[in-house]
RNA sequence: GGAGAGAUGGCAGAGCGGUCGAUUGCGGCGGUCUUGAAAACCGUUGACCCGCAAGGGUCCGGGGGUUCGAAUCCCUCUCUCUCCGCCA
């Protein structure tokens, strides 16, 4: 979230950027300011009777030590006026605080300066674009039809299991699966991120701090006995591995790693937006994330974004590079690039990373802060992305590599598959 | 799932109704000594909120209660440990 100081400072500067995001501030800011006022005048209050209870209390204490029971039970009467005026104001300021805690972590991170503006996808701007577009053979077919086959993937069976978009990979198609995550965390690994395995489940706290609750409540799934999370991306937990933590400033940056299922609902995903591969409740993903200086922050982001278009050239898959444009961008993300592979079967581009830089949205929300050599209090950047996601991957390496005679593994990922095609 | 014990500062660990934000040890930081280091010795060392400051307030797992006053008493939740049961 936001810091309350830098709204009270820059509110007409906060609503303008906010508009970037299609996000209209006007009213809510104006109502945090109030509040907070109201927050501070109404807590001076409170501070100011506390303290003078707590000097009645020492000198009643006293005189009951020397005896003098008289004057601490007149002493006592002035402390009940005290309690209950107090209890009064009390009920107030916990009224203020709750009702300002709910908008602030309603109100969306601001974009950064270079942020374009625009509505919809089609106002993102294509930083890069790489790799080849060649069309492919007549008969090239999507990778639904590929996955069956080759008996891959069988929808069919995913389906009776759980439901749509929880597919059964077989065969090569889960060996695949198992040869990309480990080639992935291989290459982060010689990149210099620690390896984590974290828990797939999360409580509402952490869900919180890193900005899923209480904007996107309906895209988790929750498990209501235990009132627990099935975690949409690695982020949330591997980031939440900070949250109430005072780092240290010579440690950062922090880098992890994590492998982990992911769980959407993608509640009104329809068409060929959720035909095969395109888009699953259930998928895999590599996560990188990373915690930065503010200085160093926006360094990192484009070391993150290299790493990545690293790993699909590596692949040799077409990609593009997206700047995203205020309208697309993620309530969390002050700066989003989306990395996108040409599927040549489908003529199309599919999402299969998203580098972010949070700035200290998260690490505000997570108080997450870091100490630097003089004791003095900094607050970092949290960043994060697909290093990478698996689904669409697949889909565009078996679209982009079909031939007559099967499918053909790249070459980097032949030591890790221990096959070289599919057929 | 059953029985018991516990949760205090970076860590260890006192405190069990009043001057305790908290004894002490370790660790960290600064210094003395030393050619340098170690050892020894001295000093220092939590976070948050309000305030220009002085200062005030809050925090001893979370929440609630008793009391003039709670780290200390009561209730409740969560978590940890030990034993038993079950088990990948």
Known sequence: ????????????????????????????????????????????????????SNLLAKEIGVLFQSGKAAEANQLKEKTAEIKSASKEIDAAFEAI?????ELLVRVPNLPHSTVPAGKTPAENVVMLQEGAIVPVAPDAVPHWDLTTKYDLIDFITGNKITGAGFPLYKGKGARLQRALINFFLEEALKEGYNEVQPPYMVNAASAYATGQLPDKDAQMYHVGLDDLYLIPTAEVPVTNIYRDTILKVQDLPVKNVAYSACFRREAGSYGKDVRGLNRLHQFDKVEIVQIASAEKSYEVLEEMLAYVTGLLRKLELPFRVLKLCGGDMSFTSALTYDMEVWSSAQARWLEVSSVSNFETFQSNRMKLRCKDENGKMHIPHTLNGSALALPRIVAALLENNQTPDGINIPKVLVPYTGFDVIN
């Open 97 to 101: 605080k709750k009702e300002l805690d």
């Open 1 to 52: 979230m936001l810091s309350l100081n830098y709204i009270r400072e820059h509110q007409q500067e906060v609503t303008d950027r906010l508009a970037i995001k299609n996000f209209d501030g006007t009213g809510i800011i104006g109502r945090i300011v109030s509040l907070d006022d109201q927050r501070r005048e109404t807590q001076k209050r409170l501070d100011d009777l506390q303290a003078q």
